[in-house]
Each structure stands twice: as structure tokens, then as C-alpha cells.
């Protein structure tokens, strides 16, 4: 396969992947929310968990996204330094969103700012939104595909708090953001918390957190510790699917972190909602390609 079959070959794939995803749930979530419904007792939440499966058993068959929000697609990519189209993804990406956009179809969700157009396509400036990574040593590329729509990113938030707020201040931060707006995205709710040092820095790796698997757990056993506690926490204000109420208000909590300066800890916190559609593949160097987030997936 030469260059141009290279980039024609991984353009189709990820068009076909992102249309996947916006009708299929990852299979972490498709678990989680199987797990919430088995232990709801509010009659009322178990009749709205009954609903999301419906939905999910309806945008199978008919082969439609399984939320009207299709969202702004941005990537997460995590990209082998000898990745042999690394160069082009930007215009593949780009690529494969319009043609997901006609042939999913998706919802047109790219408006330019300040011309208040919608393009039309779902592609504008800086968007799909890309973040990089790039692995040494590495010919593979992992990506992570996310649909950012309006309700499941609106909670988000982010903040530098004074030093001597210490992780209170962090928890105090998250229960405010949830309390005030996390009904407006559709629950029970994936929290990412990014702690670091700038708004910029931790409202990212909250976003980043969002890619993990539900129930993964940071590598440091207190953080890891403060993921269980803010969830327990979360989950006793009984906010319910959709906003009802109901036993459960989160699918989990997620922490990244990075070194901060001692001065600050920035705080962020991003949302997913119920209809968390995340999906992640790895593409090899000869474009053969691998689904991670959706058992069995064919695409
Ligand atoms: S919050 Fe999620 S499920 Fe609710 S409308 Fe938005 S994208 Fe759809």
C-alpha cells in the first residue's frame, strides 16, 4: 500500500468508526448502566433505565445515532512518532467527519463563532477538535473518538483555586458544579476531574479522563481513593437517571492529575452523560486497525 492508499484506506475507517459510534454505546457503559438499572429501587428510574435500553435496541435496528446530539467530534490521539500518515491525520480526520456527517447521519453542530454560520458539515475552525499525543518507538496510532454534545459537555467547568483550599477545595468545587448544573446534561453522569495547575491544564485532563475505561482508577492510591469517596458522594444526592431522582447519579468518577505549581491547584471537571459515546481504536502501520471499546464491532 502506498501513501495515498495509506490515507484513502484510514479516511474510510475512521468515517465508518465515527458514524459506529454515535449508535453504539461503548461496552464499559453499555455494562455500568446495566449494573445501575439491576439496583435501582426508585420505580420511577427503573422505568427511564428501560427507556435508554429501548432506545439503544431502537438505534441498532434502524441503524440511526442513539441521541438527536451527535455533538462536535474531537480527537484524542495518541500517535506513534513513525506513524506513516501522521502528517495527514488532521485532513483524514477532517475527511472523515464531513463524510460521517452525510452518511450517518450526524446533526450539524459547527458553528463559526463570530460569522454565527453552521458550516454544515460538522467541520470549522479547529474543529474536529484534535489533541496529540505522540508515543516514541511507536508505528501504531490509538484514538479515541468522542461526541461532545451540547447537554453532556455543558456542566463543565474550571477553576485555579488558592493553594490552601487544598483537595477540600477540589471536592467543595466538583459538588458545586454538579449542584448547579448536571441535571442539564442527561444522568447518570461520567465525571472527569482534572487537578494541575492553570484552568487550561486541568480542564483538559478532566476532558482526557473521560477517555478511561469506567472504574478504572488513577495510579496513586489516593487519588484513587478520592474517586471512590467523590462518587459515593455524588451518588448519595440522588439525582437520578435523567434527572428524577434515583439511587445512582454518576456512572463513576474519574481523576488525571499532573505536577502544579505551589502556588495553585487548578481544578477542572468535565461530564459525560448516560449516552457517553466514546469510542477508541488503534491503527496499525499497515492499516490494519483494532476496536477497543466495542467487543465485536463491525464496521
Ligand atoms: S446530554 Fe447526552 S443523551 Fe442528553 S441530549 Fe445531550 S448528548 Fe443526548
Redesign the pocket.
Known amino acids: 500500500m502506498d501513501k495515498k492508499q495509506k490515507i484513502e484506506t484510514m479516511t474510510d475507517v475512521m468515517k465508518k468508526f465515527t458514524s459506529y459510534v454515535g449508535k453504539h454505546l461503548p461496552d464499559d457503559v453499555t455494562k455500568k448502566l446495566i449494573e445501575l438499572r439491576e439496583k435501582e429501587t426508585v420505580p420511577i428510574a427503573k422505568t427511564i433505565y428501560e427507556a435508554m435500553f429501548e432506545n439503544q435496541e431502537l438505534a441498532n435496528k434502524l441503524n440511526v445515532p442513539?441521541?438527536?446530539?451527535?455533538?462536535v467530534i474531537q480527537f484524542f490521539v495518541e500517535a506513534g512518532a513513525d506513524f506513516p500518515v501522521l502528517g495527514e491525520l488532521r485532513q483524514i480526520f477532517t475527511d472523515a467527519v464531513k463524510a460521517a456527517t452525510i452518511e450517518s447521519p450526524l446533526r450539524h453542530n459547527a458553528v463559526e463563532t463570530f460569522i454565527e454560520k453552521n458550516t454544515g458539515n460538522n467541520v470549522g475552525t479547529r474543529v474536529p477538535w484534535i489533541d496529540w499525543e505522540i508515543v516514541p518507538n511507536s508505528s501504531s496510532a490509538t484514538i479515541h473518538v468522542y461526541?461532545a454534545?451540547?447537554?453532556?459537555t455543558?456542566p463543565g467547568a474550571a477553576k485555579v483555586l488558592m493553594p490552601g483550599e487544598g483537595y477540600e477545595g477540589v471536592v467543595k468545587f466538583v459538588f458545586d458544579v454538579m449542584t448547579s448544573y448536571g441535571v442539564?446534561?442527561?444522568p447518570p453522569l461520567l465525571i472527569g476531574v482534572g487537578i494541575s495547575t492553570a484552568v487550561e491544564t486541568a480542564a483538559l485532563l478532566s476532558k482526557k479522563a473521560l477517555m478511561r475505561p469506567i472504574g478504572s482508577r488513577h495510579a496513586n492510591p489516593q487519588a484513587a481513593e478520592m474517586e471512590l469517596l467523590l462518587e459515593k458522594g455524588l451518588n448519595e444526592l440522588g439525582v437520578g437517571p435523567q434527572g428524577l431522582t434515583g439511587s445512582s447519579s454518576v456512572m463513576g468518577v474519574h481523576i488525571e492529575s499532573s505536577a502544579r505549581h505551589p502556588s495553585t491547584i487548578g481544578v477542572g471537571m468535565s461530564t459525560?452523560?448516560?449516552?457517553?459515546?466514546r469510542g477508541t481504536i488503534r491503527i496499525n502501520e499497515d492499516m490494519t486497525y483494532e476496536i477497543l471499546t466495542h467487543k465485536g464491532a463491525k464496521i
Open positions: 442513539c441521541c438527536q446530539d451527535t455533538g461526541m454534545g451540547g447537554g453532556c455543558l442539564n446534561a442527561c459525560g452523560c448516560w449516552a457517553h459515546r
